[in-house]
């Protein structure tokens, strides 16, 4: 009976380990994903509109930013996960 509980106790503590570093890889590559379609786009509206690049080029570094930053928040919150079980 103990030792079936425990069992239970070990598989659930690797499964939860196993689902945050699933959720810090989805993450990573949907932050990679959203910040190579803002650089895809600046730069099709850089080439249709050459003088307005600098606020184009400015724009997409902040856009890029704040993807990045809500990425960093959401892989550290699954590598949490993963340690403090």
Known sequence: MIS???LQVAANAVLGKVAA???AAIAAFAAAFGIGQIGKSTMEAIARQPESAGNMRTSMIIAAGMIEGAA???IIVC???IFIK
């Open 79 to 81: 590598l949490l996960a």
């Open 72 to 74: 960093l928040f959401a």
């Open 21 to 23: 570093a699933f959720g």
């Open 4 to 6: 079936m509980i425990l």
